[in-house]
């Protein structure tokens, strides 16, 4: 059996472990579109004033901001709503299921993204140090 006074110690930590792989994990997406950083992406030089480039400014740096934990729930809210609409753009068109649309990590994201923005960023970030919040 789990011990409660352990999960109720350890909730909001892992909450902010999860917030911080995931928009590490994300940022890739946006330094991918931006700067062909960690690879290159395969289309031609990406124009910023486009939906490709504001997804990429987004999700580089939107993904810094929820990394760093500094306005968690309105820049979460912003990024779960992109997703919803790359999923509906581009993931939904070629099919009723994620799983052949390709479209499964857009969904993931936004209901991450839903969830940090209901939830916070929990203890370990800037929201908290600037902005004494609590639990």
Known sequence: MINTSFCATWSPHLLSVMRIIVAFLFMQHGG????????????????????MGLAGVLE??????????LF????????????????????????????????????????IFLYLAAAGGGPWGLDRLLFKQKS
């Open 60 to 69: 580089f740096f939107g993904g810094l901001l929820v990394l760093l934990g």
């Open 32 to 51: 991918q579109k931006l700067f062909g950083f960690p690879i290159a992406m395969s289309n031609p030089p990406l124009e910023l004033f486009s939906l």
């Open 72 to 111: 968690t729930r309105p820049v979460a809210f912003v990024l779960s709503g992109q997703m919803a609409v790359a999923y509906f753009m581009v993931h939904a068109p070629r099919g009723l299921w994620p799983i052949a649309n390709q479209g499964e990590l857009a969904v993931l994201y936004c209901f």
